[in-house]
């Protein structure tokens, strides 16, 4: 499985942007669909976007979209998440998953995880 490390969380007002970076260790990074997840406290980890191994395609949550960006690296073996236009309800630990083969949007399609960053938005 590959390993992952997400940085480049924080806190940040409202209508403020961050964006969060994951590293993958492996040499076959490409051929992982990459997702963000998060989890609010008290509720359950879901889905926030994805993006297929070459890059091509992708999906969003209806929360985020037209908010945040995925995007990834395969020469540097990275995913990031542009978060702008940040809201409070967007405060929750955020998540890097990997997965062989198409994007999938279920929590359970992902058998890697990183150990997650904290994003904070203030009102």
């Known amino acids: 499985q590959v390993q992952l490390v997400e940085s480049g969380g924080g806190l940040v007002q409202a209508g403020g942007s961050l964006r969060l970076s994951c590293a993958a260790s492996g040499r076959t990074f490409s051929s992982y669909a990459m997702g963000w997840f998060r989890q609010a406290p008290g509720k359950e980890r879901e889905f926030v976007a994805v993006?297929?191994?070459?890059?091509?395609?992708?999906y969003y949550a209806d929360s985020v979209k037209g908010r945040f960006t995925i995007s990834r690296d395969n020469i540097e073996n990275t995913v990031h998440l542009q978060m702008n236009s940040l809201k409070p309800e967007d405060t929750a630990v955020y998540y890097c998953?990997?997965?062989?083969?198409?994007?999938?949007?279920?929590?359970?399609?992902?058998?890697?995880w990183g150990q997650g960053t904290q994003v904070t938005v203030s009102s």
């Open positions: 993006i297929s191994g070459s890059g091509g395609s992708t």
């Open positions: 998953a990997a997965r062989r083969g198409i994007p999938r949007t279920a929590r359970n399609d992902f058998p890697s």
